[in-house]
Structure formats: structure tokens, C-alpha cells
């Protein structure tokens, strides 16, 4: 499903210099399988995820989701790959304030090459234990209700992988358990691959898959 080959990815500097940030031997996730990906701040985490994503590509390497290696792809080819093969939880939501929580997963599915498909979206909300919140805005949920609002859109285009970055770290406590079972249920339910970054370390201890950045990542390793 996702393999990683020799990706390596640095940020320029105000002197010209270039930063190193990311140098990934070999990484690989196979379809359906969940994973938990652990690291102090600043060891590329998030970096890494953007570039499976798409939403950046590699000054080297292979990023091959289902086949297609998307690091040889345009921005507009990778763009429209993610709208149609990959879901992204982002920590802070980016729920669109004017829209209610089915208005919020249909206009995810208006991304992709398919059309909107309201029984689903519903579905999806109802999965996440949000049956009765259908048409509430985000001003009108609690944090953890946004945060299953986006996990429902994040998986509404059907993804073959979904990339989840600290989706608890917003959450009060009492609901991040209510988030990571909403996560892990749906993509076992919908056999997708799910890799999720975390610091918690009780999110953590729930995968049977637990990677450390700073072991994969031979810049942090070298440092």
C-alpha cells in the first residue's frame, strides 16, 4: 500500500544553506494495516506526513501509494491523487465555520473525481456517534464532536490510506479515547491503511505497530 525508498527532504535557509530535515532508508505499510508513528517535536514528523500526503514532495526518493509513486507526480496529478486515494485528520480540524457537520463531509467528497454521496456522509457521521449532530455547525460541538466531524470527512472519498497528525492533541482527555476508537474502527471497518502520529504515549500503546521517527529517520538519528 505505502513504501518508502530513500526520501530525503531539507529546507532552505535565510544564508543559502540547506537544512536537512528528513532521511528515510525504507518505510512500508501494507493495505489495511494500522500504525503509530512516535517522535520528539521537531524530529519531521509532520514533515514526513506531508510528503506521503503529497501536500510536498521529496528532493529525493519514492513515495509509492498503491502503485503509483507520487513524488514524480505534478502538484496539480499529486493533488488530485490525495482528493481520491488519501484522507488527512489534521490536528486542527479545518472545519469550514458556515457549514454543518453533513455539509463539512460533502464538500470533502467534491474534491475527488466522485460525486457527493449524502447516505454515506451520513453513515459516516453516525459511525463516529454523530447520528444526531448532522446538521449542527461547528460553533455548536464540542471540540471532540469537530474532531469526529473531521475524521468522518477525512474517510468520506473512500481513502486506501489515511494519515492522521496528533489527532488527539486538541481533544480534552475524556473524549481522545472516543476520537482514536472513532479512527481505528472505521478504517478496520473500511479496510483502510491508517498510519497516525501521536506523543501520547496511551494512544501509542494501543498499536500492535509502534515506529520511532528518531529510528527512522537518519537525520534525527545522527544528530
Known sequence: M?????VKKAFGMPDGSLLPVLAIDRFELAAAEQAVLVGRSGCGKTTLLHIIAGISRPDEGRVVINGQDIARMSEPARDRFRA???GYVFQTFNLLAGFTALENVLLGMAFSS???DAQRARSLLERVGLGRRLH???????????????????LANRPR???ADEPTANVDVRHQQEIIDAIR????EQQVALLLVTHAPEVAGQFDRVEQLEQLNQVVAAT
Do not use: D, F, Y
Open 2 to 6: 505505502l513504501l518508502l525508498e530513500g
Open 84 to 86: 481520491n486515494h488519501i
Open 114 to 116: 466522485g460525486k457527493g
Open 136 to 154: 449542527h455547525k461547528p460553533g455548536m460541538l464540542s471540540v471532540g464532536e469537530q474532531q469526529r466531524v473531521a475524521v468522518a470527512r477525512a
Open 161 to 163: 490510506l489515511l494519515l
Open 185 to 188: 474502527g472505521t478504517c478496520q
